[in-house]
Every structure is written in C-alpha cells, then in structure tokens.
C-alpha cells in the first residue's frame, strides 16, 4: 500500500477555533511533511518530521503544530485558526530525509475557516 | 526570491499534440532533485518524473520525458500524444540540502504551476 491518508478531506472552522489534521502511511517512511496549498500559489513548506526530529519553516514556526506519536502518523495543529489559514493542506511522506525516490501525497484536507 | 518559477501560468492544446511546460530553478548545491507533479481534482499530488543534477541520462517515464539544461538551470517537461485526462495542474519541484541549526536537512520547493487544458 503505497498511500498516504489524511482526515478529515474537509473540515470547518470558526475563526479563533482550533483545528487537528491527521495523516498517516504504512509504508514506513522516515520524513513526514506538511504543506499548504493556496489557489494559483505553490504548495509551502510548513514543517515535516524526520524520524521523530520535527522541523518547522521560520516563516511558520508559531503558527502550526505537530505531531509524530509514532512512525505511521503525524499531525498538523493549528491552535486557533484565522481566515488566513484557509487553504488546502496536504501532506507527504518520503523513504528518507534525501528523496532519492519521490514524496508521496495524500488527498489533502481542504480547510475552510469562517 | 523564488526558487523555483514556472512563467506559464496557463497552458491548452489539442488532444494528440505535444506539449513542453517550462521551469526554471535557483540553488546554490551541487546536488539536487527536480522533481515534475500532477496536482489531480481530488487534490493529491501525482509524482511523474524526477532528475537528479548528477545525471546526464535523458529521463522519460512513458508519455513524460525531461529536457535538463544544468547550465541554464532549467528543466522542461514533455508530454506527448496528449489525451484529455492529462488536463490539470502540473507542478516543478526543486529538492535540495539546507543547513539548518547544524543539520543538513532537505526541502522540496514548488514552483506556482501551470493548469493544462487539453481540448479533445
């Protein structure tokens, strides 16, 4: 099984609320990465795990959360969410820090704040 | 400044035909990936072909092959005899080392995409 889930596919928020998105692989895969994905923009770095070492971008470092309970899922956690975070979030997994292969995605989950 | 930029924004072409999506890219390592993704309606993210900045071999994956021009620092997907399901958006990567607090870590960077309609 070569997939990466995430749940939920779409989720609503009230602005100041907070928000959990779940991804998991069984592929056993070292690195886990979130990104977010605005219209007509590229998808953006957020953070990822490698192994259970979490790194975050510096332009999102207090922005967003996670979490690694275990080598399979990782979470993203947004503590209270403003209309700014709407966006569809999507989430990788690759075999090692160093993609000689390639990410695999998931679906994404669709994030709507209002 | 952008990392990875694709200038077209939009692209269309008849079913049958042959396209080339453009990208351009900026890094400073000497070993890197380039990576080419589909971004499909349900949102998940179709890897297609990859180059590696070592690799002088001309990658092709079935319809898809690459044209690397290092020195130019540009990577161009082709796909051939287009079909209709090919329309969506098509995403260049650039995967590379940085160092962060002490480690060298790796990141991919998108570029903006380019939505291809494909008319039958």
């Known amino acids: 099984d070569t997939t990466v889930k995430q749940n939920p596919r779409y989720k609503l928020a009230r602005v100041g609320k907070p928000v959990n998105l779940i991804c998991s692989q069984t592929?056993?895969?070292?690195?886990m990465y979130w990104y977010q994905k605005k219209p007509n923009q590229a998808p953006k770095l957020l953070l990822f795990?490698?192994?259970?070492?979490?790194?975050r971008e510096a332009d999102t470092f207090e922005k967003f959360q996670s979490s690694r309970p275990n080598n399979s899922f990782c979470s993203l956690y947004i503590g209270s969410a403003g209309l700014e975070y709407s966006a569809m979030y999507l989430c990788a997994s690759s075999r090692d820090v160093q993609p000689t292969g390639q990410l695999y995605f998931g679906e994404g989950s669709k994030l709507t704040v209002l | 400044a952008e990392k990875v930029i694709q200038v077209w924004s939009t692209a269309s072409r008849q079913e049958g035909e042959e396209l080339t999506l453009d990208c351009s890219y900026e890094t400073s390592q000497v070993l890197y990936h380039l990576f080419w993704y589909k971004h499909l309606l349900s949102g998940e993210m179709v890897f297609l072909i990859r180059q590696t900045s070592s690799s002088t071999a001309k990658e092709r994956s079935g319809r898809y092959s690459v044209v690397f021009q290092k020195s130019l620092k540009s990577i161009s997907l082709i796909i051939s005899a287009l079909q209709p399901d090919d329309s969506g958006k098509y995403f260049c990567a650039l995967w590379e080392l940085a160092e962060d607090r002490g480690s060298a870590l790796g990141r991919l960077h998108f570029g903006a995409g380019t939505q291809l309609i494909v008319i039958p």
């Open positions: 592929m056993n895969h070292d690195t």
């Open positions: 795990y490698y192994d259970k070492i979490l790194n």
